[in-house]
């Protein structure tokens, strides 16, 4: 059941020995390609950017992708350091999120073909357990994901299971295309599946200027919220204005439990997007209205915070934990992307070579949306 490189098979379905792939698509596909890998798991400096050999279609039901943008996430940083406790092979190409054109397909692929422009559904499964087999591969315990148990999109090409392809929501560029679909896919559930947003509901969301809390305003916006964001920049709390937040808080300068109790006459706000954790935890459930709702994707503040149980029984609060989605609920997102005309926020592009200065940036906390990496014009 492992195939030549050790690794278990994402897939349950055809034999990769023999397998002939079923289309080149008249496109000369070279042995090499470039992409950036780690050899060992720690700072910036691990990252190498080098010629490594390109991936090949080892089962039926698998593509490949030739990469022209990819986009960070802040567990491509947490796989550097190794601080996923996944037990990751290396050397190993990190990355996510990736946009551009199918070069070859597996003989059983119908859904794309050689010459499509797709965007990438991030998460797959084993297909056989109880949760793949209801359209939940992201909770399946062989879960995979590209630049964690798959090689990742920091690369020219990258071989990934046909049914992860979808078409590029139209209008967006491949900038746009490789910066939505991890975030924005984790806040659809959170906003739309798990708290079930409704228009005119009020909508508090921590640390505005990563992915998730970026994507959270954008998306909370187009659903007809009223949206309350904390930074302790001002300049961020600025820019989240422009892109249509109706309140900053900056949260070193004032308490914002305090403030949105202040702002909602005393009542508290309906959601809550916490991805941070740590000291905001208690704050954010204190900001909560009776019967509110606090969706969390992230610790990074920290991931034992204390909770004073009565507040959630008393004040009748339900807490959703998440991660990524289902496909159906990618499909939806597309099409919302789509009637809305919804475009990511795209905070700076780096050519692929530069990525040790792209993830820099993200770990210094200074982007506003997605940081990308051009990788093919
Ligand atoms: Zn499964």
Known sequence: MFDQRG?????????????????????????????????????????????????????????????????????????????????????????????????????????????????????????????????????????????????????????IPAGNCFPVPAGLSFEEAAAFPLVFLTVWRMLVTNAELKPGEHVLILGIGGGVATAALQLAKQMGAHVVVTSSSDEKLEMAKSWGADHGINYLKSDFTKEVRALTAKRGVDVVVDSVGGESWVKSLAALAKGGRLVTCGATAGANPPTDIRRIF????????????????????????????????????????????????????????????????
């Open 7 to 159: 690794e278990l098979p994402l897939l349950p379905f055809g034999n990769p020995i023999g397998f002939v792939p079923a289309s080149r698509g008249g496109v000369d596909i070279e042995s090499f390609m470039k992409a950036v890998r780690i050899h060992a798991h720690g700072g910036l400096d691990v990252l190498r950017y080098e010629e490594v050999e390109r991936p090949r279609l080892t089962s039926p039901t698998d593509a490949i992708v030739q990469l022209k943008t990819a986009a960070l996430n802040r567990i491509d940083l947490w796989n550097r350091q190794g601080l996923t406790g996944l037990d990751i092979a290396l050397p190993h190409i990190l990355g996510a999120d990736g946009a551009g054109i199918v070069v070859e397909t597996g003989e059983e692929v119908h859904n794309v073909k050689p010459g499509d422009p797709v965007c990438l559904y991030p998460p797959s499964g084993c297909g056989r357990c109880e949760f793949c087999s209801t359209d939940r591969e992201f909770l399946c315990i062989n879960l995979r994901v590209p630049g964690e148990r798959l090689q990742g999109t920091y690369a020219e090409y990258v071989k």
């Open 314 to 377: 008393w004040n009748h609060l339900k807490i959703f934990g998440s991660t990524l989605g289902s496909r159906g609920e990618f499909r939806q997102l597309l099409s919302f992307m789509q009637v809305n005309g919804v475009r990511p926020i795209v905070d700076q592009v780096f050519p692929l070579q530069e990525t040790a200065a792209a993830q820099c940036r993200l770990e210094e906390g200074k982007q506003f949306g997605k940081v990308v990496l051009q990788i093919a014009d």
